[in-house]
């Protein structure tokens, strides 16, 4: 049986984290726990989630996504372990996000993740 081992993010829902991000001079956290989502290290607390602006992944989005329609999913794509890993928000891929409305797909391997631009 083949799974995906990626998943995408949408330039449109990305780009309002990447430019708070840079707004507030901080990191670009990639969290897994509650879904697989991206948000900016520091920013504003929205008054309706009560937690900071975050980007989903598609398809990792518990609050639109039905959890046994992605938990297991997500196991497979990237571990069972939450994590966040640290990128930098003036990195030249999110110029591309930014710029050119460019998607980005992450891929897991058991050891590292990439980020790869795809154009929409």
């Known amino acids: 049986m083949h799974h995906e081992i990626s998943v995408l993010f949408i330039a449109e829902t990305l780009i309002p984290v990447i430019q708070e991000a840079r707004q507030n001079r901080c990191d670009i956290y990639l969290v897994k726990d509650d879904g697989l989502y991206m948000m900016a290290e520091e920013g504003e607390i929205l008054p309706d989630t009560g937690r900071r602006r975050v980007a989903y992944a598609v398809g990792f ?57 795809v154009t929409p």
């Open 61 to 117: 989005n518990p609050a639109i996504v039905a959890f046994d329609e992605w938990y297991h999913s997500l196991h497979d794509i990237c571990g069972g372990d939450d994590f966040a890993e640290t990128l930098q928000a003036d990195s030249r891929i999110f110029d591309l996000v930014v710029k050119h409305h460019i998607n980005l797909k992450i891929e897991f391997t058991p050891e590292a993740f990439s980020i790869i631009p």
